[in-house]
């Protein structure tokens, strides 16, 4: 729930900045010709032990981790090496399934790499730094905006408490009442869980009567609050959802369920989308995905506006904010980091 200015009368600041970013990216070549992208098959493991390892590291995970208000940075180096592997063999499946780690962590969880030294100029304008507070994502995320690195809030989220039932069956706190939540969106949780009241009447304590380890966020603002309190949800049900979701996101098991689900259903679908175009590429492949995260239909229809176009990026961009595409003009808001990883990409690619 970032506040942003609204658009100016003569080009919203986000057209401004896509004006720059579109010259930065000719600089790195990213309007290139390039080889047809390959059809490779989806890896039955969709990240390699150690890579996921190095990942989840770098995210701060750890058995004990809570959901703090710090952003996530992603290592330079990391991201090189996952850069050079592709380059080195782009037909190797889990070359180009671990990409999309770039893409997740830059794009949708709109983390920073760091060192920031020697790299391009940041198209989100923030030195390479991360979002954090409440709107950037962590793969402990769980008190506000969705569940771990990719917010998971309503389908993703409804397979992932189904997951939770088939491993932990009801041995959880309050289980019954717990997967009885499966199917209500999280913002619906979250608005009801206390959020919308004056004052807010958010139950500060787990299960055990621990204070849970994040800073609280306060009213959810009247505007969210007449679209989301609505329901059979309330201040229990959100205390027991955050008891549990949190003790799932501390298993290593429910962070590869998350990050493998997030690859096979936004990462995946948009590689074999633009690699049957003989004209497709890894830039293209990018942008798609983070579309395709928000909606398959209009990641479909961006993909086909941009074909032909010199410039196949913005194009698909322009189309993610269109209503002709079924988009929203306040995605307009993601284009500069949704441009991250392509600027990233290209960057290591020339080196």
Known sequence: ???????????????????????????????????????????????????????????????????????????????????????????????????????????????????????????????????GVGDGKRLMSYSKGGVGIAHADSGLLADFITYIKKRKGSSLPEAARFYALRGVNFDVLYANGGHCTKPVSVISTDLDGKPFGYKEYGYGGDKYCRKYAKGRTDSKDWQIFRHNIRLMLREKDSQVWLISNWLSRYWWPSYKRIAADPNGTIADVMINARIQNSAGGTAECAWRAAKGKADKTTAQLVAYASEDCNGNSRHEERWPFMRRPVALFEFYQHR
């Open 1 to 131: 729930m970032r506040s942003r200015s609204g658009p100016n009368v003569v080009m919203s600041p986000a057209r401004l900045r896509l004006v720059s970013i579109v010259l930065i990216a000719g600089c790195f070549g990213i309007s290139r010709a390039e080889a047809k992208l390959p059809d490779v098959r989806v890896p039955e493991e969709l990240i390699e032990q150690v890579t996921l390892d190095s990942f989840l590291q770098q995210g701060g995970w750890s058995p004990q981790a809570e959901d703090t208000s710090a952003p996530s940075q992603l290592q330079a180096d990391f991201v090189k090496q996952l850069v050079d592997r592709y380059t080195a063999n782009p037909s190797a499946p889990n070359t180009v399934s671990a990409l999309g780690l770039i893409t997740l962590a830059e794009s949708v969880a709109e983390w920073g790499v760091v060192p920031s030294d020697g790299l391009p100029a940041d198209p989100a304008h923030m030195a390479w730094r991360g979002v």
